[in-house]
């Protein structure tokens, strides 16, 4: 069974520019998350969908940030425009229905606004 | 509001040895799950042990051991006979019972020497 899978797993814009990170859930995972380290700190909650609804967007930092989950499946993550505090490290993750089951995490996508 | 603390930003350990990472947390919910995740240097965040806080009984998983203490809100990761595999990050968190988000603490980086 394929696990959570990011692209692209780095990226490097310039302040401004927009940058649009993609994570597939494992097949039949209703929860998706993001979640956002910045470099030497924890990694943080951004966001949390349920199928293709927004459950919980308490995280995301502003309103540069803008996420997706059309038709439940895949999400996007796109900032726009970026800027350099965005730098860090974008991890999806996903779990089964229910809150009490185990989260699975991807790669992370590394972005690094120069 | 829930926070989990890692006091340890580094730690070292011998090839064989036992090591132990400490996570302290806090929260007024009764009902909650813990945590602990690793993030090798190929950066896929791995679920390494998961504690529900009404078991009374502390988790194992092989050579991975939790000391939960609930009273005292403390979780620790000990890891037995260490081997060259185990260098990684490792993340604690936390988790409510009613809820999907995970709360990170900052990381303990484990170097293995062999």
Redo the contacts between chains.
């Keep these: 069974e394929a696990?959570v899978t990011q692209f692209p797993?780095h990226s490097v814009i310039e302040k401004g520019q927009t940058v649009t990170l993609r994570c597939d859930p494992i097949s039949g995972h209703d929860?998706l998350?993001w979640?956002r380290r910045v470099m030497?700190?924890?990694?943080?909650?951004l966001l949390?969908f349920v199928k293709e609804s927004k459950?919980?967007e308490s995280g995301m930092p502003n309103n540069r940030f803008l996420a997706e989950r059309t038709g439940g499946t895949y999400s996007t993550l796109k900032v726009q425009p970026a800027e350099l505090e965005d730098s860090g490290?974008y991890?999806c993750?996903s779990?089964p229905q229910g809150?009490?089951n185990?989260?699975?995490?991807?790669?992370?996508s590394w972005l690094t606004v120069v | 509001a829930q926070t989990v603390t890692q006091s340890q930003p580094e730690m070292s350990v011998q090839e064989a040895e036992t090591v132990t990472l400490s996570c302290t947390y806090d929260t007024s919910e009764s009902d909650y799950y813990l945590f602990w995740y690793k993030q090798p240097p190929s950066r896929q965040m791995i679920l390494v042990i998961r504690q529900e806080a009404y078991k009374q009984q502390n988790a194992t998983e092989n050579r991975f051991s939790v000391n939960f203490q609930k009273a005292a809100k403390s979780f620790s990761l000990k890891i037995s006979d260490s081997q060259l595999g185990d260098a990684a990050m490792y993340f604690c968190a936390y988790k409510g019972g009613a809820t999907n988000k995970l709360i990170f603490g900052t990381g303990t980086l484990l170097a293995v020497q062999p």
């Design positions: 696990g797993s929860n998350y979640y030497g700190k924890e990694i943080k909650f949390h459950q919980d490290v991890f993750a779990s809150s009490g185990t989260i699975y995490f991807g790669e992370g």
